[in-house]
């Protein structure tokens, strides 16, 4: 492990992910476990880091790490950052565990035109690590809780989240939405997914009237079972996307390119989306949280 530089964990609420990585910002070697601040049990972090890490945790290497893990109910706060955010702001902030275990990147706020505070966390250190140094980005990070950002020249300028994952997974589990639906057919999952984009682009009603069609159409016969997940996954992405513009266009940005952060399934059913909004789109690089923390661990001055 001689060309090993860093250790970067990206420790969220279900998962924990560590990698090691070399001086090029390469990953050398992964591990993952379900070990998400939820499944930690009487605040003992240090026993969760330990398994994770393995036979790297005697590896003389400095250890950052993003995500929830710096959250209130994380090990230790690190505490928001207002926007806008650089990456050197971060990296003067870090926060650090009481043993010394590990440094922590807090996560950014802003608040919106309505007045209400927004937050991130994890989410800045992927939007530093996809964005190049004198680039100007407009970027989504879909999720549970899908966030939209303007990134200039690894600053991140402002941003704006829309629940778009969780609500999804809350009208089909628990909603009369569900009740009709069945597994996916694969052999229509794209057309239906389509559909209800174009529903969720176009309709300028509102959104809890437009999510009933995904039980009224199906009792019209004009939606399988199969394809309700689908057309409601799609209306719900469309929204967001339309809004999204709004939003962008309030703050005078162009909404013509969109850089897609996240995992392949995602970034894949978002890109859909966007181009059926007429909306040129690229994904984000695979390792954008490794790479945003080791930006932040140079601007910090560790010897990397």
């Known amino acids: 492990?001689?060309?090993?530089?860093?250790?970067?964990?990206?420790?969220?609420?279900?998962?924990?992910?560590?990698?090691?990585?070399?001086?090029?910002?390469?990953?050398?070697?992964?591990?993952?476990?379900?070990?998400?601040?939820?499944?930690?049990?009487?605040?003992?972090?240090?026993?969760a880091l330990a398994a994770l890490l393995g036979d790297w945790q005697s590896l003389p290497l400095p250890r950052l790490a993003a995500g929830m893990i710096g959250s209130r109910?994380?090990?230790?706060?690190?505490?928001?950052?207002d926007c806008p955010a650089a990456v050197d702001d971060l990296a003067l902030r870090l926060a650090r565990t009481p043993g010394g275990e590990l440094a922590i990147v807090p996560g950014v706020t802003t608040r919106g035109a309505d007045g209400l505070p927004d937050v991130m966390r994890g989410e800045e250190t992927?939007?530093?690590g996809a964005a190049g140094a004198d680039e100007t980005m407009l970027a989504v990070l879909p999720g549970t809780h899908s966030k939209w950002a303007h990134v200039v020249a690894r600053r991140i300028a402002g941003f704006t989240t829309f629940m778009t994952g969780e609500l999804y997974a809350v009208l089909l589990a628990h909603s009369i939405l569900?009740?009709?639906?069945q597994p996916a057919d694969p052999a229509t999952a794209q057309a239906a997914f389509a559909r209800g984009v174009a529903q969720g682009l176009h309709d300028d009603g509102s959104l809890a009237h437009a999510a009933f069609g995904a039980r009224s159409l199906a009792l019209a016969a004009e939606l399988a079972g199969p394809d309700v997940p689908e057309w409601l996954s799609g209306l719900l992405v469309g929204h967001e996307v339309r809004h999204a513009r709004a939003w962008a266009r309030a703050r005078s940005l162009p909404f013509e390119r969109v850089r897609v952060i996240g995992a392949d399934a995602l970034v894949s059913r978002y890109r859909t989306a966007l181009a059926h909004a007429g909306v040129a789109s690229e994904a984000g690089p695979a390792d954008a949280a490794v790479r945003g923390l080791v930006h932040i661990a140079r601007r910090a001055g560790w010897k990397l």
């Open 126 to 128: 992927q939007l530093l």
């Open 73 to 81: 109910q994380g090990w230790v706060e690190a505490p928001y950052l």
């Open 178 to 181: 569900g009740r009709l639906a």
């Open 1 to 47: 492990m001689d060309e090993a530089a860093l250790i970067a964990v990206d420790w969220g609420t279900t998962s924990a992910r560590a990698a090691l990585v070399d001086r090029d910002a390469t990953t050398l070697r992964v591990r993952e476990a379900p070990l998400g601040i939820q499944a930690v049990r009487d605040g003992r972090f240090g026993d």
